[in-house]
């Protein structure tokens, strides 16, 4: 059992870089706990009187966590921030820069995790499956956390490419599912039944763009205008998560044949630097990847990703005809998007298990760093035949971030 308490699952952001003091933009590091960061971002945005793109942040932390990370925001005193008391989120630090904080501006994330229910007398299993996977890596899947509570924001990401803003709408706002809880799961019943007035009263204030399609259907029945009401930033995150669903299609079909194993025509991502070659020769080229110097990547679709040739090449290509979609459908269109490539695997670093208790009971407890974009779920998958979390009050209450 992971996430028994948000105590439970404890991540640091590690920055890229150290604020010089000086600039016109205001770095802070807060702590948030239960709280997605888009939630985090909404919540200081309006504390702030400034609009959520003026927000900058570095990467996008778990709702079910203790998580400190950095944000930034321009022409706002940091005597400002210092003085915020808000919910769920603490201002731990402030000062200044020059340049405000985008996504990717972060080294690593570090991480203290509790998993409990487990079996104390297979802490050396787990030591030797750990030591097994900083050797060969770990599958660089996007974690369940990645595609929302009720694990449908992909399906949204699917809607917009296949120009189906109606079936956008419905995702987004009805359907409840057995992970809907509360005022959230009568919201989405309402929806479903038309009456979009009353479904805006039920959803929680901080789900503004559910709010501002459903105000839009409520005046005007227009449900092309009430999607257009959703903001751009929040159909970019429903691409990419789309981007990341069809991604770890490619690393389930990848998976029997080995992360570690390259293939002739794959686009080997060099960790040193974070860019890609292509590989003609796996013999020669296999002994680097040994070393984890070099892992074979996948797809993030987009108009800027480079291909691949051969037979990972093909399989791309069979992950986008199963969904019916063209090899141009994320380069033109609705769900036109840059993307990129993604290595199939990452190495966790400073990496170790041991025994813990506490008032909850016994625990084994893991520290480890990880790379930018990966997923410590995908880890703990790995090493524990099932990880379960526990449901949170927030969820049972029906206040729980419900990002589709």
Known sequence: MIKAQHSDFVVYEEPLYTPSGEGTHTYFLIEKS???????????????????????????????????????????????????????????????????????????????????????????????????????????????????????????GQAIVQ?????????????????????????????????????????????A?????????????????AWGAVGRRTKLFYLSAYQSYLFNQVVAQRLPHGLDRLWVGDLAWIHAKGAVFQVLDPVVEQPRADAFEISPTGPLFGNRMSSPSGQPAEMEAHVLAAQGLPPAAFSTGPGR???????????????????GADDGGPYLELRFTLPPGCYATCLLRELFSQAERAPSADELDGTEEQAG
């Open 163 to 207: 120009n189906q803003p109606d079936r956008a709408l419905d995702v987004l706002l009805g359907r409840p599912t057995p992970a809907d809880h509360g005022a959230i799961r009568r919201a989405r019943k309402l929806y479903d039944l038309g009456k979009y007035a009353d479904a805006v009263r039920q959803w929680p204030g901080v789900f």
């Open 34 to 156: 239960g709280i997605s960061t888009l939630q985090a971002v909404s919540v200081m945005a309006t504390a702030l009187n400034v609009g959520r793109r003026d927000i900058g942040f570095a990467g996008m932390k778990d709702a079910h966590a203790v998580a400190r990370q950095w944000l930034s925001v321009e022409h706002v005193a940091p005597k400002i921030i210092e003085g915020l008391e808000l919910p769920r989120i603490r201002v731990l630090e402030v000062t200044r820069h020059t340049n405000k904080l985008r996504l990717g501006h972060l080294r690593a994330n570090r991480f203290v995790v509790k998993v409990r229910q487990t079996d104390p007398q297979r802490l050396s299993d787990a030591q030797a499956a750990l030591a097994e996977l900083e050797r060969r890596g770990v599958p660089n899947y996007f974690g369940p956390q990645r595609f929302g509570t009720r694990g449908t924001t992909w399906e949204i």
């Open 337 to 355: 998007s840059q993307g990129g490539r993604r290595p199939l695997r990452f190495r966790p670093e400073m990496s170790n298990i041991q025994l």
């Open 209 to 225: 763009d559910e709010r501002r399609a459903l105000r839009v259907l409520a005046r005007t029945g227009n449900r092309r205008r």
